[in-house]
């Protein structure tokens, strides 16, 4: 499942900033843009929390002061 999110996120990633380079470069309508961006933003958003980790803080019931 890890391997699928990351391969998602990147698809998210790529349907983010193509349009936008696509725009830059005259190839796109900005309503296209805007809707496809969002969409790849939403996918991404979506995917990357389930493979990217993070330390989860130490219980303050554990830490001697």
């Known amino acids: 499942m890890n391997t699928i ?3 998602i996120s990147l698809i998210g990633l790529v349907v983010t900033v193509v349009p936008c380079l696509l ?13 496809v961006a969002l969409v790849g933003t939403i996918l991404w958003f979506l995917s990357t929390p389930l493979w990217m980790g993070r330390r989860l803080p130490v219980d303050a019931k554990h830490v001697e002061i």
């Open 5 to 7: 999110a990351k391969v």
């Open 23 to 35: 725009y830059y470069f005259g190839r796109m309508d900005h309503e296209t843009v805007k809707t």
